[in-house]
């Protein structure tokens, strides 16, 4: 028997390193925290896994399910037990009261009255005990999501081949596991390959959102919002020039919330001087209400903002700004379709509570996929308003179509086939993360 130990970010890096080392044979035999990261030990007999068929094992998937179910539940009667505890310990602190067969007999001033027992010390609540066995539950749970992917992707390739196929094409697109699932539910009667793929489209294009009437049209005051580097900047000044092309430059303002970049305010100055746009800047202790008073006659008013990190408290302050009830901005979420899931999920979770009226894809002609971007404009309801993909000014920013979009999507889908470790993972996410019904 073979044991080794593997260290990794998550666990699902840690079953990767696991599955290309050791094989699909192996056995988890521990797993626990660490700093940074995860530590899974795993053995491998090679005599059994010679043996052993490879058929997919009802009775240990069963198991797991069972086990999955008792760690949701054990988390629940954990927290419960804490809260249970604290009320405890407040009715400890504050007394017992008197009941109906215990009367109140006031003390004689001759008499002393006799001292009262102090109350019992409340237990005390070790909150380490929590948190480690907390760690240790959402260790198996993922563990347990990973293990059931798998199990769940084996079988579903040997009983419906025809429903795996579009599966591995769903993730060459690069849509994530519980969008996927919900397109395949509304194609499960149809037989035929090519008319399942064409309606599987058809579904994807009706879930993607677009603004009734353009932004610019509509007027006002939007907002560009984002990370850094997602082109924010950039796609205001196409939208200013593509406004004063139709509309001329008489009705039309820029303002500047970016005192942290090098350069942001004079790149923003360039753009005015060249359109005859008048631009004006926030003044640090100026309220964002201030500067928009003198461009209340204005019929646009694009605000560009800065690209803070999470951690930033100016990007508290920034959206709180933007947020405020005399503003009435329309805030656009800038997302570059070149970033990764993660970077573009964490865009979303720090820039949603200044209210988000929709989102711009930027960098369309860079991309090598577009499904992350359109996994997270369907699963947060997410209206898609413009689309950039060049840097011509403005000539490369595009009012979207839903079956453009999907088409193009298609179009840059990759190559090489999904490994049996993405669709696995894909499998994952939909224990992870249950499906949204679509229609």
Sequence with gaps: MQVKRFFAADMRQAMKLIRDELGADAAIIGNRRIAGGVELTAALDYKLSA?????????????????QSKIVSAQAELSLRAEGDTDASRQLFAGLPLTAAEPLIEPRFDEPSRPQPAPAPAPSIDQRVFDDMRNELNGLRELLEVQLGSLA??????????????WRRLQRIGLSGPLSHSLLTQVTEIEEPRQAWRMLLAHLARMITTPELEPLEEGGVIAMVGPAGMGKTTTLAKLAARYV???????????SMDSFRIGAQEQLKTLGRILNVPVTHVAPGQSLGQTLEPLARKRVVLVDTAGLQASDPALRLQLDSLAGRGIKARNYLVLATTSQKQVLSAAYLSYKRCGLAGCILTKLDETASLGEVLSLAISNDLPVAYLTDGPRIPDDLHLPRRHQLVSRAVSVQMQEEPSEEAMADMFADIYHSPPKRVG
Excluded: D, F
């Design 51 to 67: 043996l052993a068929p490879r058929v997919p094992n009802v009775e240990l998937e069963e198991e797991l399910r069972k086990t």
């Design 245 to 255: 092309l139709k509309y001329g430059a008489q009705n039309i303002a820029l303002v």
């Design 153 to 166: 992707w084996n079988q579903l390739q040997g009983s419906r081949p025809e429903q795996a196929n579009l």
